[in-house]
């Protein structure tokens, strides 16, 4: 069982930059890979970025790369993404999940997906 819980949202100014981190309980974690979503109003949850389970392989949308990094601490059971140059259309509820199994194939897909947290607002003012 894991249970995860997202912090760090907020309200920025476009270009300016937030950092979410994800806390995970559950002693699975360092073997357990990771994404982050978002959901903006309206929409589709959409995948965001995603971590193998040491952090050495990341994979991110094409509407964040270049601007987002997704990083993890597994001494502190926890996941960060670190978002650049944000832009209004980033406005969005931001979700971290995990799973046992990713590949490149599924990992943007939610019922891949076994644990997920409650979301963080990111709000970006033009």
């Known amino acids: 069982q894991v249970q995860l819980a997202e912090s760090g949202g907020g309200l920025v100014q476009a270009g300016g930059s937030l950092r979410l981190s994800c806390a995970a309980s559950?002693?699975?974690?360092?073997?357990?890979?990771m994404a982050w979503f978002r959901q903006a109003p309206g929409k589709e949850r959409e995948f965001v970025a995603a971590l193998s389970w040491s952090g050495a392989s990341t994979f991110y949308s094409d509407s964040v790369k270049g601007r987002f990094t997704a990083s993890r601490d597994n001494a502190k059971n926890t996941v960060f993404l670190q978002m650049n140059s944000l832009k209004p259309e980033d406005t969005a509820v931001y979700y971290c999940?995990?799973?046992?199994?990713?590949?490149?194939?599924?990992?943007?897909?939610?019922?891949?997906?076994?644990?997920w947290g409650q979301g963080t607002q990111v709000t970006v003012s033009s």
């Open positions: 559950g002693r699975a974690f360092s073997t357990t890979a």
């Open positions: 999940a995990a799973t046992k199994i990713l590949t490149t194939q599924t990992m943007g897909v939610m019922s891949d997906y076994d644990y």
